[in-house]
């Protein structure tokens, strides 16, 4: 069964860095739009940033010239840099496909941005 695994999230001061991988298992990877997603509490899950499968991206307007998505489909990998974090990234971020397909959904990993 395909999953998806993310890592990489943390607690992060203002302004600072991380880099989120996601990692999956089966050949679903290769032929789909991958995004990046975040969720806050009573929130609805966003589309941060997308990537297509030959590397064309999308960003929410919010992130745009901070966060860089790319992948490896060698690897089955997508990451997500963010640079110049804010405490209003604070959120747990998942990957999925774009659109989303729902048992894909993982634990996803969570990212604090806080002083």
């Known amino acids: 069964q395909v999953q998806l695994v993310e890592s990489g999230g943390g607690l992060v001061q203002p302004g600072g860095s991380l880099r989120l991988s996601c990692a999956a298992s089966?050949?679903?990877?290769?032929?789909?739009?991958m995004g990046w997603y975040r969720q806050t509490p009573g929130m609805q899950r966003e589309l941060v940033a997308r990537i297509g499968v030959t590397g064309t991206t999308n960003y929410l307007d919010s992130v745009k010239g901070r966060f860089s998505i790319s992948r490896v489909n060698a690897k089955n990998t997508v990451y997500l840099q963010m640079n110049s974090l804010k405490p209003e990234d604070t959120a747990v971020y998942y990957c999925n496909t774009d659109p989303p397909i729902g048992f894909l959904w993982g634990q996803g990993t969570q990212v604090t941005v806080s002083s």
């Open positions: 089966g050949s679903i990877f290769s032929f789909n739009v």
